[in-house]
């Protein structure tokens, strides 16, 4: 049943709703991500329930609601590796904040031990749907400011209410007074929310230099995630301090691909063999690192790939920073690029460069092994969920289509966005997130936002 896109929706809702429903996106510029299938021009796209049943040319549509996907680019939803979503309300507060400390003194010391359960809902409802919006399908929630189990029900909540595709990892708050639940409320999450879209893993930091050694990964914490079959998200992995733990977890044989270090700025060789030598993943953090200077504020992506580590990319805090993945590709494209010539500059060396490619499957297809969704999510291969996007080609901005994914890296932006499916579900049709009422969420998050400042202040003056 064919009809133009602008009356299809209502088909393609119903559709979607069924497990059984099938939905053909016909004649798209199809991005896989995945190296056996490459992109196609001309192509289609089926989806069954909420996966990929085919990619091909010329596929027979059968029952199936046909989408004219003609301009447009399918592409796998981003997939953003390290987020901190309650602190959304909170976005660009402190736009030009240039050390660590002063983020963790204005914020975790500061805004942190003002939000209610509500007010984490809030931060993470608008982090998701600012995610979806501009593309991501899956984001993991470094959702560090767990004061009670309400705090953290309250996060999941928001994930599920807004049907992305949610990694809850759950930490401790650094500072202030807290139910001290965690991490053994990590078992009840677990077991009272984990469904198709939503997975769990513990999150915690890689020294006890900010908050303490009951933060710090160890024994003691590998122990608690093996035993919940999950697994584990390590922040603020910094220079030679976070060097030396690294060696110690890979003496006690704690590292490992469901252990994911975040952001790996100033690391010596020797932590870098032991990353590479245990399969540990990497999330790198682009804008963060380079514009708030963690460490050396240089992505650690050139020591990611000797030691053989295709890393994820994520946003980190949008207290400062963008909130988008595009943002991230290019930054480290650009940041990437300029280090590998100006190394070679004045010398007879090849300057060795990623290039779109490699940004693109850090965003999508490496993203999903970080976070330990490889198999469900990460490219459009036959058998993965629907987690896609169609990315108008025709746009002021994007036309004329000469590359594919030169297009998605370096020309699209959230604008671009037309449509986005999370297993299989439509989330954003013809540009605009669906079942969203704009005017509410903005009553409520600046609602929230005033609290979470007023509280802090009078918390300060005491």
Same mark, same amino acid.
């Given at each position: 049943m064919?009809?133009?896109?602008?009356?299809?929706?209502?088909l393609?809702?119903?559709?979607?709703?069924?497990?059984?429903?099938?939905?053909?996106?016909?004649?798209?510029?199809?991005?896989?991500?995945?190296?056996?299938?490459?992109?196609?021009?001309?192509?289609?796209?089926?989806?069954?329930?909420?996966?990929?049943?085919?990619?091909?040319?010329?596929?027979?549509?059968?029952?199936?609601?046909?989408?004219?996907a003609?301009?447009?680019?399918?592409?796998?939803?981003?997939?953003?590796?390290?987020?901190?979503?309650?602190?959304?309300?909170l976005?660009?507060?402190?736009?030009?904040?240039?050390?660590?400390?002063?983020?963790?003194?204005?914020?975790?010391?500061?805004?942190?031990p003002?939000?209610?359960?509500?007010?984490?809902?809030?931060?993470?409802?608008?982090?998701?749907?600012?995610?979806?919006?501009?593309?991501?399908?899956?984001? *993991?929630?470094f959702?560090h400011?767990?004061?009670?189990?309400a705090?953290s029900?309250?996060?999941?909540?928001?994930?599920?209410?807004?049907?992305?595709?949610?990694?809850?990892?759950?930490?401790?708050?650094?500072?202030?007074?807290?139910?001290?639940?965690?991490?053994?409320? *990590?078992?009840? =999450?677990?077991?009272?929310?984990?469904?198709?879209? =939503?997975?769990?893993?513990?999150?915690?930091?890689?020294?006890?230099?900010?908050?303490?050694?009951?933060?710090?990964?160890?024994?003691?914490?590998?122990?608690?995630?093996?035993?919940?079959?999950?697994?584990?998200?390590?922040?603020?992995?910094?220079?030679?301090?976070?060097?030396?733990?690294?060696?110690?977890?890979?003496?006690?044989?704690? =590292?490992?691909?469901?252990?994911?270090?975040?952001?790996?700025?100033? *690391?010596?060789?020797?932590?870098?063999?032991?990353?590479?030598?245990?399969?540990?993943?990497?999330?790198?953090?682009?804008t963060?690192?380079?514009?708030?200077?963690?460490?050396?504020?240089?992505?650690?992506?050139?020591?990611?790939?000797?030691?053989?580590?295709?890393?994820?990319?994520?946003?980190?805090?949008?207290?400062?920073?963008?909130?988008?993945?595009?943002?991230?590709?290019?930054?480290?494209?650009?940041?990437?690029?300029?280090?590998?010539?100006?190394?070679?500059?004045?010398?007879?060396?090849?300057?060795?460069?990623?290039?779109?490619?490699?940004?693109?499957?850090?965003?999508?297809?490496?993203?999903?092994?970080?976070?330990?969704l490889?198999?469900?999510?990460?490219?459009?291969?036959?058998?993965?969920?629907?987690?896609?996007?169609?990315?108008?080609?025709?746009?002021?901005?994007?036309?004329?289509?000469?590359?594919?994914?030169g297009?998605?890296?370096?020309?699209?932006?959230?604008?671009?966005?037309?449509?986005?499916?999370?297993?299989?579900?439509?989330?954003?049709?013809?540009?605009?997130? *669906?079942?969203?009422?704009?005017?509410?969420?903005?009553?409520?998050?600046?609602?929230?936002?005033?609290?979470?400042?007023?509280?802090?202040?009078?918390?300060?003056?005491?």
């Amino acid at each position: 049943m064919t009809a133009p896109r602008e009356h299809t929706l209502h088909l393609l809702r119903r559709a979607t709703d069924d497990p059984r429903g099938r939905v053909l996106f016909r004649n798209a510029t199809v991005v896989t991500a995945d190296p056996a299938l490459g992109t196609l021009t001309e192509a289609d796209l089926l989806v069954e329930g909420s996966t990929i049943a085919a990619v091909g040319r010329a596929l027979p549509a059968g029952d199936a609601v046909v989408v004219d996907a003609t301009g447009l680019i399918a592409a796998p939803g981003f997939v953003d590796t390290h987020r901190h979503a309650w602190e959304a309300q909170l976005r660009r507060i402190m736009p030009d904040v240039d050390d660590l400390g002063s983020y963790v003194t204005e914020t975790l010391m500061g805004y942190a031990p003002a939000y209610r359960p509500e007010d984490i809902h809030t931060g993470t409802k608008l982090a998701a749907l600012t995610a979806l919006d501009s593309g991501i399908t899956t984001m *993991l929630d470094f959702s560090h400011n767990s004061r009670t189990a309400a705090h953290s029900d309250a996060a999941v909540q928001a994930l599920r209410d807004t049907g992305i595709r949610g990694v809850h990892a759950a930490m401790a708050p650094h500072f202030g007074t807290w139910d001290q639940q965690w991490p053994a409320d *990590l078992a009840r =999450l677990c077991a009272q929310h984990t469904d198709d879209l =939503l997975t769990f893993r513990l999150a915690c930091l890689a020294t006890d230099e900010v908050a303490g050694p009951d933060l710090a990964f160890g024994p003691r914490l590998a122990r608690q995630a093996q035993e919940l079959g999950i697994g584990v998200s390590v922040d603020a992995v910094f220079g030679r301090s976070s060097s030396r733990a690294i060696l110690e977890w890979a003496r006690q044989d704690l =590292l490992g691909p469901h252990v994911t270090l975040i952001h790996a700025t100033g *690391l010596t060789a020797e932590a870098w063999r032991a990353i590479g030598d245990t399969g540990t993943t990497i999330a790198l953090a682009p804008t963060s690192d380079a514009q708030i200077g963690l460490e050396t504020a240089v992505p650690a992506v050139d020591e990611a790939l000797a030691a053989s580590v295709r890393p994820g990319l994520s946003i980190d805090v949008e207290v400062a920073l963008s909130s988008d993945m595009f943002t991230q590709m290019r930054a480290l494209l650009a940041i990437q690029r300029m280090r590998a010539v100006e190394g070679a500059y004045g010398t007879d060396r090849t300057p060795s460069r990623i290039g779109v490619a490699d940004v693109l499957d850090f965003a999508t297809l490496q993203g999903a092994r970080t976070n330990g969704l490889e198999r469900t999510t990460g490219s459009l291969a036959p058998g993965k969920q629907a987690d896609l996007l169609l990315i108008t080609a025709e746009a002021i901005n994007t036309m004329p289509l000469n590359d594919p994914i030169g297009t998605i890296v370096l020309g699209a932006d959230a604008r671009n966005v037309d449509t986005v499916l999370v297993g299989g579900r439509v989330r954003k049709w013809a540009g605009e997130l *669906l079942d969203v009422d704009l005017a509410a969420l903005r009553d409520e998050v600046t609602a929230s936002r005033d609290h979470v400042l007023a509280a802090a202040r009078v918390a300060s003056a005491h």
